[in-house]
C-alpha cells in the first residue's frame, strides 16, 4: 500500500523504518525540507540514495539511529535500503 504525504519546507518530516518497511513510502515536500528517517527496527538497516541530482550513503544504521536528508532539489528521489531490497521510499521534490 503506497501512503504518500505532502509537507512544506519548514517542516521536518519524520519517516520510520519498521518490519523492513519505511513509512510512509512515499513523500510530497517543498524544496529544502529536511527528512529524518528513524530506526524503529529491530534490525540495523543502510539508506543510500544514487541518482544523479543526489546521492547519498548512511553506512549502516543501527537500531535506534536516526539520519537526516535535506532534499534541496526537485526531481523524484528513490531511497532505499542496501540491506533490504524490498524497502522503497519516494521523496518527490516541488
Same mark, same amino acid.
Given at each position: ?19 523492513? #518497511?519505511?513509512?510512509? /513510502? ?5 524544496? &529544502? ?6 530506526? $524503529?527496527?529491530?534490525? @540495523?538497516?543502510?539508506?543510500y540514495?544514487?541518482?544523479? #541530482?543526489?546521492?547519498? /550513503? ?5 537500531? &535506534?539511529?536516526s539520519?537526516?536528508l535535506?532534499? $534541496?532539489?526537485?526531481? @523524484?528521489?528513490p ?16
Open positions: 500500500m503506497v501512503a504518500s504525504f505532502a509537507f512544506a519546507a519548514d517542516e521536518v518530516v519524520v519517516v520510520s523504518q519498521r518490519n523492513r #518497511q519505511f513509512t510512509p /513510502d512515499h513523500l510530497i515536500v517543498a524544496k &529544502g525540507t529536511v527528512v529524518r528517517i528513524n530506526n $524503529d527496527d529491530t534490525v @540495523t538497516h543502510h539508506v540514495i544514487d541518482t544523479p #541530482q543526489m546521492s547519498y /550513503d548512511s553506512d549502516e544504521q543501527p537500531v &535506534g539511529h539520519i537526516s535535506t532534499f $534541496d532539489k526537485s526531481g @523524484t528521489f531511497v532505499r535500503c542496501a540491506i533490504h531490497p524490498t524497502m522503497h521510499l519516494d521523496v518527490t521534490v516541488k
